[in-house]
């Protein structure tokens, strides 16, 4: 079969294979065909991997830190697909041949103290498809049968269909991100207006925050420059975003200073939730200053490099901020939300959402194109076909 694998953690890019072998199905396993994938931020990192050391290392927890004992890996992990086997050991109740399926990438041990209370998406022996273990940019991939969300049950491929059941998983972290944030009647900022901060307007406006800032960074000498920005700002306005701010005050001089003063001008002095989706350093720094006293940052954002500084101090203790990381879905309470939140008309989210979707599905086999495109920020969920 085709499949897109990362050889080497030291040199960029992927590569296309087209004789890997079909993977075969385990007692409790489901065989998916592969119908869509798309893109994610991490697969963006994977690709270009000299440059983001923590995502090497990450690769490597598995492999006792040792690059020379690396297996290549099929990378993705946002996806659907029809079931086409299942183990002699699957529940009829989970998946069938025929279904239309997605899964929870998230594989987790199920014995861990984390997963026997109710954390499983930070299970402490967690592995990851398509980071860790093999993924979904591929015509087939195998997942546990426990980790199978079935479409189906949700109106299936009319109610859910194909270009936003390839990519649950990425919109499952902006939800979990936003709905940890309790933002219905409060006022909430996005600092980073990539996939992850679009999602996550999106959502906070379907579950009724009162006013949304958005914010990112231009860089003149780069593709995200202060035209194509100000381009993904509108798409940001019409996903339910009130205000959007250049942070980078060489580009658009004044826009800082307008965010901080209207963010101090909020009741209680400051934002009440703080959605850091970027991982930039600078971000980490206006999400301190902005937010209110006794309010709350939640960060998905991974960053490329360890923080080099960060006044724990001034934006934490003494303004009493509760600080969270968010890692993946709440397996399975975020999967059942999202999916109810999709399928309902009158919460508006999947119409919002169209915005983002690229209308070009790239084949496979053209997958440099489509990582170009994402990169250059030309688009911002794009769709890759076996």
Not at 225 to 234: E, I, P, V, W
Request: charged share 25%.
């Amino acid at each position: 079969m085709q499949a897109l694998k990362k050889h080497s953690l030291i040199e960029d890019g992927l590569q296309l294979v087209t004789d890997e072998p079909e993977p075969s199905v385990g007692h409790a396993e489901v065989k998916i065909r592969v119908e869509a994938a798309s893109i994610c931020g991490t697969d963006q990192s994977i690709y270009q991997i000299t440059s983001r050391p923590g995502m090497r290392d990450e690769m490597l927890a598995y492999n006792g830190g040792d690059v020379t004992r690396y297996q290549p890996i099929i990378v993705g992990h946002e996806f659907c697909g029809e079931v086409v086997e299942v183990g002699e050991d699957v529940p009829q109740g989970i998946a069938r041949p025929g279904d239309y399926v997605t899964s929870e990438m998230h594989i987790f041990c199920g014995h861990c103290q984390q997963c026997r209370t109710g954390r499983r998406h930070i299970c402490k022996n967690i592995r990851v498809k398509g980071l860790h273990l093999n993924g979904a940019f591929a015509e087939y991939v195998v997942v546990p049968a426990s980790n199978v969300v079935n479409l189906g049950r949700f109106g299936g491929r009319n109610v859910i269909p194909i270009r936003f059941g390839a990519f649950l998983d990425a919109l499952g972290n902006a939800v979990h991100t936003v709905m940890e944030g309790d933002v219905e009647g409060k006022t909430v900022a996005v600092l980073g207006c990539g996939a992850q901060g679009l999602m996550a307007t999106a959502v906070a406006r379907t579950l009724g925050a009162t006013r949304i800032y958005i914010t990112d960074f231009s860089d003149p000498r780069g593709s995200f420059n202060a035209s194509r920005l100000a381009s993904r700002f509108q798409t940001a306005k019409e996903l339910g975003a009130d205000f959007c701010f250049d942070t980078n005050e060489d580009a658009v001089a004044g826009q800082k200073q307008e965010l901080m003063e209207r963010a101090r001008s909020e009741h209680g002095g400051g934002i009440d939730v703080v959605l850091e989706m970027s991982g930039a350093e600078s971000a980490y720094k206006d999400a301190g200053a902005m937010v209110k006293n006794g309010g709350q940052i939640l960060l998905l954002g991974i960053p490329a490099r360890p923080l080099r500084s960060f006044d724990f101090g001034k934006y934490a203790v003494w303004k009493g901020v509760t600080i969270r990381g968010i890692f993946g879905r709440r397996m399975f309470e975020t999967w059942y939300a999202m999916l109810d939140l999709l399928a309902s008309e009158k919460s508006g989210l999947k119409s919002r959402l169209e915005k983002i979707i690229s209308s070009e599905a790239v084949p496979l086999s053209d997958f440099e194109r489509g990582f170009e495109l994402v990169r250059n920020h030309e688009a911002v969920k794009l769709l890759l076909t076996p």
